[in-house]
């Protein structure tokens, strides 16, 4: 019980980043990015998701183009601006620290060199 | 024969039975107030997907989208309180305290499916109010025998209170 929420708590730290990291891929339309990250089981449901985009969007991380699809109305297309590329290599830079750094939580500073991440 | 109503979801026109209808509007209010006024584009945003949704079940524009439809689509896109993630944990607890605590209390007045003597209501009333479900009937019992409750007491609340399995089935109807 405690176990899933602690779970849960830390794919909800990275769901941000998670995003972002999708699009710099390439760019991408809302039930996609849903559909990977449901892969991923970073989420459960669709309706996390929006409000988040809206968000990253606001403070000008993404950007969006509507593209013609083939069924159906228009969609949405996210992409990263350059402050969102920005954003994301710093995030990039500090997810790797983490883990290293929970490395050494976890073995100790000794075997930091020879224990491979799984 | 059903009752239908025509809406505009994300720019597109559906026909939608009473019932779905009715659900739909209760879930979009309650994902608009657990957003807050200013989100409207994240508004539309959840429209069109609905909207995506409801095409990709109801092929044919002439085919009602029925309250089964509106409720899997519902499943997808996740509780109001899912929307988004917390902010900060003193705004989410603002924003969250009001809606979870009346569909907790909602909840809790309901006969358990699973903890039933008779009916299930003392089970019911122990839940709501609290107490010991043993607590809750050794009282009742006290009520009936001694102080002169009439049983129609309980057979009313039999009545009145809803089944655990029925109130799940009905949840976003029953809300308003």
């Known amino acids: 019980m405690n176990a899933d929420n602690v779970k849960a708590q830390m794919r909800k730290g990275i769901l941000e980043y998670c995003i972002l990291s999708i699009l710099s891929r390439e760019d991408s339309y809302a039930p996609k990015i849903i559909a990977e990250l449901k892969a991923a089981q970073m989420i459960v449901v669709e309706g996390t998701l929006y409000p988040i985009l809206t968000r990253q969007k606001n403070q000008g991380l993404l950007t969006y183009r509507w593209e013609e699809s083939p069924q159906g109305p228009p969609r949405k297309y996210y992409m990263l601006t350059d402050e969102g590329r920005r954003t994301l290599a710093q995030l990039d830079e500090s997810w790797e620290e983490l883990v290293k750094q929970v490395r050494v939580i976890r073995y100790g500073n000794e075997v930091d060199e020879t224990v491979e991440v799984k | ?176």
């Open chain 2, 1 to 176: 024969m059903k009752e239908t109503i025509n809406v505009n979801i994300g720019t597109q026109s559906f026909t939608l039975d009473y019932d779905a209808y009715q659900t739909l509007r209760t879930y979009l209010e309650d994902v608009e107030a657990r957003l807050g006024a200013d989100d409207q584009e994240v508004m539309s945003d959840i429209e069109n997907r609905l909207a995506e949704i409801f095409r990709e079940k109801t092929p044919s524009p002439m085919m009602v989208v029925t309250i089964r439809t509106v409720r899997s689509a519902i499943e997808q896109m996740g509780r109001p309180e899912e929307f988004g993630e917390p902010r900060s944990t003193a705004d989410s607890k603002e924003q969250k305290s009001q809606p979870i605590y009346t569909t907790f209390e909602e909840r809790r007045f309901r006969r358990p499916l699973n903890d039933r003597v008779v009916g299930g209501v003392c089970a019911g009333l122990a839940n709501y109010f609290g107490v010991d479900t043993l607590l809750m009937r050794v009282i009742a019992l006290l009520l009936f025998c001694c102080a002169g409750l009439s049983l129609w007491v309980y057979v009313i609340l039999w009545i009145v209170m809803p089944s655990e399995e029925m109130h799940k089935l009905d949840i976003n109807k029953q809300k308003r």
